[in-house]
C-alpha cells in the first residue's frame, strides 16, 4: 500500500491542523505515529477502516480525531488545541490487521511523513 500525506506545517499554541493520508488500495487499519528529534516514534492515533473503531495515544486523547472515509481509502488527523510537545514528524501508517495495534513494528506500510510544528 501506497500512503500520500497532505498537511502539516507551523502553527501557533493552541491553534488547530488537519492532516489528510490516502492510500493507494484499501487496508485493514490507518494511522498516525509521529517522532520528534532524538525520541521514539511514538502512536497516535488508529482507526478500523471497516467500523471507523478508533484508539488515541493517551497524550492527544481529547484533543485529536481521527476519521476516514472508506470509498476515498482516506483518512484525517484533526488536531485541536496544539502543544508545542506535539512538535514532530507526522506519519502516516497502514496495516492489513484489524487489531488495535500500537508499536510500529505492528504496521506494514508507512508514508512519507509530515512536519508539524508548534510555536510556543
Known amino acids: 500500500v501506497q500512503l500520500a500525506e497532505h498537511g502539516g506545517g507551523l502553527v501557533p499554541a493552541g491553534g488547530s491542523l488537519r492532516l489528510s493520508c490516502v492510500a493507494s488500495e484499501r487496508p485493514g487499519m490507518m494511522g498516525w505515529f509521529r517522532q520528534a528529534p532524538g525520541k521514539d516514534r511514538e502512536f497516535v492515533a488508529s482507526?478500523?477502516?471497516?467500523?471507523?473503531?478508533?484508539e488515541y495515544g493517551d497524550s492527544v486523547k481529547g484533543r485529536f480525531r481521527i476519521s476516514r472515509d472508506i470509498g476515498l481509502k482516506t483518512q484525517w488527523l484533526q488536531m485541536n488545541s496544539l502543544k508545542s510537545e506535539d512538535t514532530a514528524v507526522y506519519y502516516c501508517?497502514?496495516?492489513?490487521?484489524?487489531?488495535?495495534?500500537?508499536?510500529?513494528?505492528?504496521?506494514?506500510?508507512w508514508g512519507q511523513g509530515t512536519q508539524v510544528t508548534v510555536s510556543s
Open positions: 501508517a497502514s496495516r492489513g490487521g484489524w487489531d488495535d495495534a500500537r508499536a510500529p513494528s505492528d504496521w506494514d506500510d
Open positions: 482507526v478500523r477502516l471497516r467500523d471507523g473503531t478508533t
